[in-house]
């Protein structure tokens, strides 16, 4: 018989051995009982009956306890991922040059030449810290030559 379906017996030790035979109490302590009180699941072979059944005024058989229900339902549980299905590379009602238009951002207005911080005899990279990044953005795009490469996505706005 495997352990996995070999029964088990719960044993309980409910009496001191004060005043008792150190064989008794030596029989105890074989059950693997430590302390009054204490419960101990044994395999329930003939071994382990006879020395219950030779001290019973020590010990006693106790039933399992029983688990509570809400301990049998999981906390939580996992799914399995689900593909998405996939989506279609290009609707049929717009063309790529239609996409391309609702992409490119709208044009930004112009800074004027001169700034307040120039003629005030502020140097020009003190000038370029003051702005916020929208408008060094747009200083960029609109000082870059067609040809050239595009402006800096991160909107750092140093020198080409």
Do not use: C
Request: charge should be negative; proline fraction near 12%.
């Amino acid at each position: 018989m495997s352990d996995k379906t070999q029964k088990t017996v719960r044993i309980k030790w409910i009496r001191s051995g004060i005043g008792f035979t150190h064989y008794q109490k030596r029989m105890v302590r074989s059950l693997g009982l430590r302390k009054l009180n204490h419960e101990v699941e044994r395999p329930d072979t003939p071994q382990i009956r006879g020395l219950v059944a030779k001290i019973p005024h020590l010990v006693t058989i106790v039933e399992a306890p029983k688990t509570p229900a809400w301990k049998l339902v999981p906390e939580y549980t996992i799914h399995p991922p689900v593909a998405a299905p996939a989506k279609p590379a290009e609707t049929a009602g717009e063309s790529p040059a239609v996409e391309a238009e609702k992409i490119e951002a709208p044009a930004l207005p112009v800074a004027p030449a001169s700034s307040p911080a120039e003629e005030s005899g502020v140097a020009a990279e003190d000038a370029t810290e003051a702005k916020s990044g929208i408008e060094r953005h747009a200083e960029v795009a609109s000082s870059a030559p067609e040809d050239s490469k595009p402006a800096d996505p991160s909107g750092g706005g140093g020198e080409p």
